[in-house]
């Protein structure tokens, strides 16, 4: 997987000293169009991750500001958010060539504080050494990313979503 430098303490500057980044996504105010959204079911959005270290890395996130795994939400909900997770994941399978699919929920009240997981699939053929959390971590590097592959990703993705609904 060609990547390229990732100024991981940049990023990390700038998520602990920004406001939220997905609370942003939501309200229509992000400062990126790389993280196109994929599925809104009006409570949870996914959405394309601006900085992949895989390509089809996907967030999907509630809309709503929360920031504990399950503490934060009630069983119908929680389970309802875990449907999207679900589903999301198939369609990035079917779309992206998948030895594994990792999914994940990252962040921390330091940074990235509201709740989102990770679906991030691993191509086949990645040797042993370069997987698992090797693969996802931006330290070593991300993949070039364009618009123009982030609105045809999307658009892919979004057509999978449509047929596993």
């Known amino acids: 997987m060609d990547r390229i430098s990732f100024d991981v303490d940049d990023y990390e500057r700038r998520v602990r000293s920004s406001p939220c980044f997905i609370c942003a996504i939501v309200a229509g105010e992000h400062d990126s169009t790389l993280e196109r959204i994929i599925a809104d079911d009006g409570e949870n959005l996914a959405f394309l991750c601006r900085y992949p270290t895989l390509l089809g890395h996907v967030l999907v996130a509630p809309r709503s500001h929360r920031e504990h795994v399950v503490r934060d939400f009630a ?48 191509p086949p053929g990645v040797p042993y050494r370069e997987q698992q959390l090797q693969a996802l971590m931006a330290e070593n590097g991300v993949l070039p990313w364009s618009q123009e592959q982030a609105d045809e990703l999307a658009h892919e993705l979004r057509a999978a979503l449509a047929e596993i609904a």
């Open 75 to 122: 069983e119908d909900e929680y389970l309802f958010l875990m449907a999207l997770v679900r589903r999301v994941a198939l369609a990035v399978e079917s779309v992206v060539p998948s030895e594994r699919t990792y999914v994940l929920s990252l962040g921390s009240h330091q940074g990235n504080s509201h709740l989102h997981w990770h679906i991030a699939p691993l």
